[in-house]
């Protein structure tokens, strides 16, 4: 293949000829990162052979760089070559080449063959606006390989299952909803205290709302020991009522777990 040939492909991939595509691949073995010519020969497929079109998709992006270029190349429509005016060639009677300045097809590849996929130049101002227009937008182009390949086939892409909350989140809800559960302390209306045994009584529930207000208080700023001590000591003081502070306690328990 001349260095001409070479050009002209590199320019439209649909000037690709049936009978050049073993030359095409031959090229492609002796240089598997040449990404310009390699997606050319896709986009040949994609028009006149969709199932070796599908077979060579991955091969061709696992040799590209940049997969979001490469999309753009196969959503790209290109002018039918039959339809171009191509400028008669001049006799290579009439251009002497100097001496060192002949190229072959391998000297083209070393010079076109890079990491990115160059640019083809814009056949005008029509076509660059055809080309904005067609571009996706920037979050498509981040989509994962398999995505975006069952994208092209016509595949449903999946969203990726949700994140799960936050542990800080779910902790505080359980403190929220464990301070939900105790009974609200409400002002002790005036009483006229008969006996010294009622009075008594009253000193001691006093102190219970005390000690249980400043264990409830001790949960909500996340001081789980003291609170646990502090209902410890209601179960001492308290005997009757240790089931009420056993579950409190537990409840606790599973703060400190999580």
Do not use: C
């Not at 310009?36 to 760089?65: C, F, G, M, W």
């Not at 529930?205 to 001590?229: C, G, H, P, S």
């Amino acid at each position: 293949m001349t260095k001409e040939r070479l050009i002209q492909i590199l320019e439209n991939p649909l000037r690709i000829k049936a009978g050049e595509e073993r030359e095409i691949l031959r090229i492609l073995d002796e240089y598997p990162y040449f990404q310009s010519l390699r997606t050319h020969l896709l986009i040949y497929y994609k028009h006149h052979d969709p199932v070796r079109y599908q077979n060579e998709l991955s091969i061709t992006a696992a040799h590209t760089a940049d997969r979001g270029h490469l999309r753009q190349y196969l959503e790209r429509e290109w002018p039918d070559p039959e339809a171009e005016i191509l400028l008669p060639q001049e006799p290579e009677t009439e251009a002497k080449a100097e001496p060192g300045t002949e190229q072959t097809a391998e000297q083209v590849i070393e010079k076109t063959a890079s990491p990115h996929i160059s640019t083809p130049p814009a056949a005008g101002k029509d076509e660059k606006t055809e080309s904005a227009a067609a571009s996706p937008p920037e979050a498509s182009a981040k989509l994962s390989y398999i995505e975006w390949v069952k994208r092209l086939s016509g595949q449903s892409v999946t969203p990726p299952p949700a994140a799960p909350d936050d542990p800080k989140q779910r902790k505080r809800q359980l403190i929220d909803r464990f301070l939900s559960r105790q009974p609200k302390i409400r002002p002790r209306k005036d009483a006229v205290v008969s006996t010294p045994a009622e009075a008594l009584e009253s000193v001691r529930e006093d102190q219970w709302l005390m000690t249980e207000t400043l264990a409830q208080l001790y949960v909500k700023q996340k001081k789980y020991d003291k609170a646990l001590k502090a209902y410890e000591i209601l179960m001492l003081k308290y005997p009757k009522k240790n089931r009420y502070f056993a579950a409190r306690m537990a409840e606790i328990k599973n703060l400190l777990n999580e």
